[in-house]
């Protein structure tokens, strides 16, 4: 989401939280059985086939991205040093290639937003690194939401993290306020200035999603009008969760099996 202006943020009632953690589950669900999927030789295009059946034929819910704004698929993947935003198609996965696929659905009216990154075989050393270090950045963020604390706190967090470890952090594009719709306000930027920006609520609701550049932080947006690719070609990485602000701090609404066994 491109970054403009920075007003108020909607509260959600207890029932609307509620739906929130349905759509939210849903979209782990999705990455929790894609997952296995990513290996050599699949095709992007195959990776949204397969969510894509899941999603309305399985779970009879809505793939938000298809046709949102003209966009063609059911899911996005942005593979090595696309940053955001990849149209899925006859892409063929190697070994070595890093891949993010971002999940949206929609269920009962409400939106659920995540994504996580895919190491494709046996990837280099480095770009098991900087899919770390953008993991780590997502959870940094995550770890300051709680009311009174501000959305400068969170980008502080993680801009503070990921140049600490020689990354860069995408300035261009953001996390986002969601519910009902897709994108709501407020606008979330992963750098930014501590105590600074809108403070935060019991009932606020917004996803965290770092992009993370192995190089600079320069991207280009592709003649297809979505891709997003890094500018010196280097590797990018992004993990996003969509978070709930309680009355003592956050929820997760997006975790995994996995995740939800540790927490």
């Given at each position: 989401?491109l ?6 943020a ?24 894609i ?6 030789g ?11 059946d899941y ?14 704004r003209?966009f ?20 063929v ?11 949206t ?16 075989g046996?990837?280099p050393?480095q ?8 993991h ?22 993680i801009?503070?993290?990921?140049e ?6 995408v ?7 969601i519910?009902?719709?897709f ?15 809108l ?11 770092p992009?993370v550049?192995?190089?600079q ?15 010196d ?16 701090g956050?929820?997760?609404l997006t975790?995994?099996?996995?995740e939800r066994?540790?927490s």
């Amino acid at each position: 989401m491109l970054m403009a202006r920075q007003p108020q943020a909607s509260i959600k009632t207890p029932v609307e939280q509620e739906a929130m953690r349905v759509a939210g589950r849903l979209a782990a669900d999705v990455l929790d059985l894609i997952g296995p999927q990513v290996v050599p030789g699949i095709t992007t295009g195959e990776l949204d086939r397969i969510c894509h059946d899941y999603i309305v034929n399985v779970r009879q819910a809505v793939p938000a991205p298809l046709h949102y704004r003209g966009f063609p698929r059911s899911i996005c993947t942005s593979v090595n040093h696309v940053v955001c935003h990849g149209i899925p198609g006859p892409r063929v996965l190697r070994s070595g290639d890093i891949v993010n696929v971002d999940i949206t659905v929609i269920r009962d009216g409400f939106h659920g937003d995540s994504s996580r990154m895919f190491l494709v075989g046996d990837c280099p050393v480095q770009a098991r690194r900087l899919c770390r270090i953008a993991h780590e950045a997502l959870w940094r963020g995550i770890g300051v939401v709680a009311p009174g604390r501000t959305l400068g706190d969170i980008g502080h967090a993680i801009q503070q993290h990921v140049e600490a470890e020689g990354y860069s952090v995408v300035q261009e594009y953001c996390g986002h306020g969601i519910g009902r719709a897709f994108h709501e306000d407020p606008q979330v930027l992963h750098y930014g200035t501590p105590g600074t920006g809108l403070m935060l609520e019991p009932g606020m609701t917004f996803t965290i999603e770092p992009m993370v550049n192995a190089g600079q932080r320069h991207v280009k947006l592709l003649g297809d009008g979505w891709t997003v690719v890094t500018r010196d070609h280097s590797l990018s990485a992004q993990w996003e969760h969509t978070v709930l602000v309680t009355a003592d701090g956050v929820e997760v609404l997006t975790l995994g099996a996995a995740e939800r066994v540790r927490s």
